[in-house]
């Protein structure tokens, strides 16, 4: 019955860290799409710098980075495995600013309106991005978090089943044991509260072996990808960890009230069926 318990409070922890922390995973992905803004020769190291300036400051932007057309020219060189300056003879890639945004920005509508407030500068040759990328990308997290949670929805009312149907089947084994008091005189609450309060104990103690492990995986991931920064917010973590705690105690304490309350009101020879 602990490990049943266990097990089911884990996999339900899990998923609250998954639904909870599925925006999280959605803007990290969202965070690595750059505009990128091509300056033309003739921009002088002036405007260039109030461009970055600007841009740094702006509410939408996350992180922002100058690529020389020099750094430009070395980094594609690499790609391709040759030196193509050699034979053209000049250096055909231009300085550019790359911009990140943050999450809520990303969007094909602002992005456009920010792309064509940059493009109206003069020293501003061309801006690219990404556009189809976005488009999908906004729809396939929204697709995703629909699913997520009809899916965790799903799989919680499961977990609530099995482990009400582990605790209905461990008094089920004390029927007749439940039967003999209640024929000897016992009141109902004396002979549900025994199972009650052993039910609460080892729901507690499987909804602690579940925190245990939830702590494990939330540490390895967390080590693994710490751009999502999965602990960054304690008040979130801890609520899921209390309300994992509290839906152990609570799911035993109510499926052995209506399990040893059935076996009650059953006749003696209804006991066999």
């Known amino acids: 019955m602990v490990i049943s318990i266990a097990l089911v409070l884990f996999l339900v922890g ?56 020099e750094e430009a020219a070395k980094a594609y060189s690499e790609e391709i495995g040759e030196d193509f300056m050699e034979f053209l003879g000049y250096n055909p890639l231009q300085n550019s600013i790359d911009v990140y945004f943050n999450a809520d920005y990303v969007s094909e509508t602002q992005i456009a309106e920010i792309s064509r407030d940059l493009g109206d500068k003069e020293f501003v040759d061309e801006i690219v991005y990404d556009k189809p990328l976005i488009a999908l990308l906004n729809d396939n997290i929204k697709r995703l978090s629909f699913w997520i949670l009809i899916v965790s929805g799903l799989l919680t009312f499961i977990a609530v089943l099995l482990i009400n149907s582990s605790i209905r089947l461990s008094v089920y084994a004390k029927r007749f044991t439940i039967k003999t008091m209640q024929m000897v005189g016992a009141t109902k609450h004396f002979i549900r509260r025994p199972f009650i309060l052993r039910s609460i104990k080892l729901g507690l103690i499987g909804s602690t072996i579940s925190l245990i492990g939830m702590g494990i995986v939330l540490y390895y991931l967390n080590k693994s990808f710490p751009e999502l920064n999965l602990i960054s917010d304690e008040i979130l973590l801890a609520a899921i960890f209390v309300g994992v705690l509290i839906m152990g105690i609570l799911i035993s304490w109510l499926s052995t009230f209506f399990a040893t309350q059935r076996f009650l009101n059953l006749k003696t020879d209804e006991l066999y069926y």
């Open 14 to 69: 899990l998923l609250a860290l998954l639904v909870l922390n599925t925006k999280k995973v959605a803007d990290n992905f969202k965070e690595q799409i750059a505009l990128t803004v091509y300056l033309k020769d003739t921009a002088k190291e002036v405007e260039i710098d109030q461009m970055q300036k600007s841009l740094a400051l702006a509410e939408y932007t996350k992180t922002i980075e100058f690529v020389s057309k």
